[in-house]
């Protein structure tokens, strides 16, 4: 069965440093996905970025980069200059490419102080 | 472009009453999903749609729980009747194909008394 770990429940990072947030997933499995969503306090799930498991190149979505190690099954999301609005509940998910099922991670709250 | 939506927000109810959760996916998507999240599970697959078809209803945890898609537009999780464990977050999310990205809605905070 796959799985996915995120074993920091909660992380802090002032606001403008960078914080990094860890994901380790389980699979045997060659075509898969992998996502990050954020959830602020309003819950709404907000995709944050994709990597598709074929592609070598890391995933960037402005302040927004993972780190992907395929070989290490690790997939680590990078902030970078955090803003306060980046405050939210961090869910690294795995999904298998044609299978329909999305599965989470427990979650990492991101604190960001001033 | 309207991403997910889901209608009520918030639902409080007492045990043994029926509730209906609406959603209405993104507008061309093929894939609709329902997902349950709790603090003891975390966020899981309850079924999923196909060009309207039920395909997977694996995750539905009990009879009670019923799901439709009438059309492409709209979709209906009912409980019933409702029970206090069922309390919980319920999410629908949209995708254009298996492949894609699913797009969450904001979620309904179910509240079962």
């Known amino acids: 069965a796959q799985t996915v770990t995120q074993s920091q429940p909660e992380m802090s990072v002032q606001e403008a440093e960078t914080v990094t947030l860890s994901c380790t997933y389980d699979?045997?499995?060659?075509?898969?996905?992998l996502f990050w969503y954020k959830q602020p306090p309003s819950r709404q799930m907000i995709l944050v970025i994709r990597?598709?498991?074929?592609?070598?190149q890391n995933a960037t979505e402005n302040r927004f980069s993972v780190n992907f190690q395929k070989a290490a099954k690790s997939f680590s999301l990078k902030i970078s200059d955090s803003q306060l609005g980046d405050a939210a509940m961090y869910f690294c998910?795995?999904?298998?490419?044609?299978?329909?099922?999305?599965?989470f991670g427990t979650g990492t709250r991101l604190q960001v102080t001033l | 472009d309207a991403g997910v939506i889901q209608s009520p927000r918030h639902e409080v109810t007492e045990m043994g009453q029926e509730v209906t959760l609406r959603c209405k996916p993104i507008?061309?998507?093929?894939?609709l999903f329902w997902y349950r999240q709790t603090m003891m599970r975390g966020l899981e697959l309850l079924i999923y749609?196909?060009?309207?078809?039920?395909?997977?209803d694996s995750g539905m945890p009990e009879d009670r729980f019923s799901a439709k898609m009438p059309n492409a537009s709209f979709s209906t999780l009912k409980i019933q009747p409702s029970e206090p464990r069922d309390s919980a977050v319920y999410f629908c999310?949209?995708?254009?194909?298996?492949?894609?990205?699913?797009?969450f809605g904001p979620g309904t905070r179910l509240t079962v008394l």
């Open positions: 999310a949209s995708s254009l194909q298996i492949t894609d990205t699913q797009y």
């Open positions: 699979t045997s499995e060659s075509d898969y996905y």
């Open positions: 990597q598709e498991a074929y592609k070598q």
């Open positions: 998910a795995y999904k298998v490419g044609t299978a329909s099922k999305l599965t």
């Open positions: 507008s061309g998507h093929d894939y």
């Open positions: 749609f196909n060009n309207n078809v039920p395909i997977d």
